[in-house]
């Protein structure tokens, strides 16, 4: 049974009257069922027919062969009231609503979203756009982006029905009326889970994205920017000011009487329905996680490029990263770690831990194994590097590895060279240096690309073997984020006290090497 009641009978004769598709019809006389939206335009218009002409003392209906005149005020639904039937019902045969040509009058409210971009042959059209974009998913989210001005068109036409409804002695809110996407979910919803093999699920990584305009109508929304200026505020990001947030607002603000002043065109039949911007198919990042380590020093972490010209051949994040790019079929990535080496640093030691943010994924889900093979083609393929523990983790884990960049220790082994020569009493005297505190000002060195600030860090302990008479091991136990080459140069004079200061005499340093980054993070795998 079609789910109308008798007082809907006139709401619905106006309605039809102003153009509107039947679904619109339904969704203005606050109709709930998921399943009537479901049937075909053909099937809506039949049953509006019948609903309208269930009366045998009506009068027999009149075919017309233009549809009827869309442009109606609302002032002039109460001249109808004189002139229609006593029963409601006026020329309603579905024929009324269809051209010379076959193709359906757009509807005035959704401008043919409920028509013929809700239906089976624009859903086929999408999946095809899936299909093509090769992506591997086990559900969906379907996601619809709507021109503003049908905000504006199903404003104008519940002030419509509110004043069809009032005459009848009851109250229609905003808010009873359909809202049009959930009721465009209702409808493709199904078939997009029939025609892709999948369930629509609201929690889904992989979005399919729909955008729709309406060029010709464009201009409904100006109006709003003289009556209530202050929503509409030039943004950088947006390349109108009449975004469906600003058109909302505005429509919240404004009073009944002066929007039907302003809007003297409302439920202008269009020409033509709402046209594709575009179907985009997008995944949620994945992230990988594990440790690294380096064992070259002409290798930067991250591709070193100065003035769009190449320095090093090749960086730990493209010897990683590519690879992962490959298996995941993804264009981009974002790679971070628990701090950074120096270029001619090495990372030694149980490694680094890193994480990769992939972006867009073609393919998300793999066997632990598949990752492992992975990660024995990446340490097969290059002397430079080597990577442990590689797994899938999610994004709130990376907090953890965060966290370590300041708060967690880190050891060091350097080669220093003094200008004086020393014995091995001279250098036993750091051993004793417990929490030795220091000043450091912004290195110069990285001056460029960090604020200046001066950073208080710990020293927690050194040790040291001695070498020669100019040379020695410093084992540093240090805070993560301490300038360790700075503390033995000084920087000239930046990092206070520095090794320099402490053994009163010129020292440099000419290696270093990463031995542990105190993180227990990502959880070690069984090799």
């Known amino acids: 049974m079609f789910p109308l009641k008798e007082k809907d009978r006139r709401v619905v004769q106006v309605l039809l009257n102003a153009g509107c598709c039947p679904r619109c019809v339904l969704r203005f006389c606050c109709v709930g069922i998921q399943t009537t939206y479901r049937l075909s335009r053909k099937e809506l218009f039949s049953e509006l027919h019948k609903f309208l002409n269930d009366d045998e003392s009506k009068p027999e209906e009149v075919e017309c062969n233009q549809p009827p005149c869309k442009k109606i005020r609302l002032q002039d639904s109460e001249k109808s009231d004189d002139n229609s039937d006593p029963s409601g019902a006026a020329e309603l045969l579905s024929s009324e609503y269809v051209l010379r040509n076959d193709q359906v009058q757009t509807c005035t409210v959704c401008l043919g979203i409920l028509q013929d971009q809700c239906e089976k042959e624009f859903v086929k059209k999408v999946c095809g756009e899936v299909d093509s974009a090769s992506y591997h998913f086990s559900n969906l989210v379907f996601s619809v982006s709507l021109p503003p001005q049908l905000l504006v068109r199903e404003h104008a036409t519940w002030l419509l029905v509110k004043q069809e409804v009032g005459h009848q002695g009851n109250i229609l809110a905003k ?3 359909l809202q049009l996407k959930e009721v465009y979910k209702w409808i493709t919803h199904p078939l997009l889970s029939e025609e892709l093999g999948v369930p629509v699920d609201g929690k889904s990584l992989f979005e399919i994205s729909v955008v729709f305009a309406h060029p010709e109508t464009d201009g409904d929304c100006h109006f709003l920017a003289t009556v209530c200026p202050g929503c509409f505020r030039p ?5 109108s000011v009449f975004t469906r947030m600003a058109v909302g607002k505005a429509l919240e603000k404004i009073k009944d009487d002066d929007f039907l002043q302003q809007f003297s065109f409302r439920l202008e039949p269009p020409k033509g329905s709402c046209v594709v911007q575009g179907i985009q198919c997008t995944h949620y990042s994945v992230y990988v996680a594990g440790r ?61 831990p890193f994480a990769i943010e992939l972006l867009n994924p073609h393919r998300t889900s793999f066997p632990q194994q598949e990752l492992k093979e992975l990660q024995e083609k990446i ?42 020569a020393i014995g091995k009493n001279d ?9 030795l505190k220091l000043d450091q000002k912004t290195p110069l060195r990285v001056l460029h690309r960090r604020p200046l600030a001066v950073r208080t860090r710990l020293i927690h302990s050194m040790k040291v073997e001695y070498i020669d008479q100019q040379h020695f091991h410093l084992i540093l136990k240090t805070q993560a984020g301490t300038y360790v ?11 206070k006290p520095n090794l320099g200061t402490l053994m009163n005499m010129t020292t440099d340093i000419l290696e270093l090497d ?6 227990d993070w990502p959880p070690t795998l069984d090799e």
């Open 235 to 239: 943004t950088k990001n947006k390349q």
């Open 427 to 435: 250098i036993d005297f750091l051993e004793e240096l417990k929490d």
């Open 379 to 420: 340490n097969g393929s290059t002397d430079k590097i080597r990577v442990r523990d590689l797994q899938i983790v999610t994004r709130e884990a990376i907090v953890h590895m965060k966290e370590g960049e300041e708060e967690k220790t880190k050891s060091y082994r350097a080669l220093i060279w003094t200008e004086k």
């Open 292 to 352: 690294y380590n380096k064992f070259s020093r002409t290798l930067p972490q991250t591709p070193w490029i100065i003035d769009g010209e190449r320095k090093m051949e090749s960086s730990v994040e493209e010897l990683i990263g590519e690879p992962l790019k490959k298996l995941f079929k993804v264009d981009n990535l974002n790679f971070s770690s628990s701090g950074r080496e120096d270029v001619d640093v090495r990372a030694l030691g149980n490694g680094r």
């Open 485 to 495: 080459k700075e503390f033995v140069h000084g920087d000239f004079g930046r990092t």
């Open 175 to 177: 808010d009873d009326i």
């Open 514 to 519: 990463v031995e542990s980054v105190d993180v």
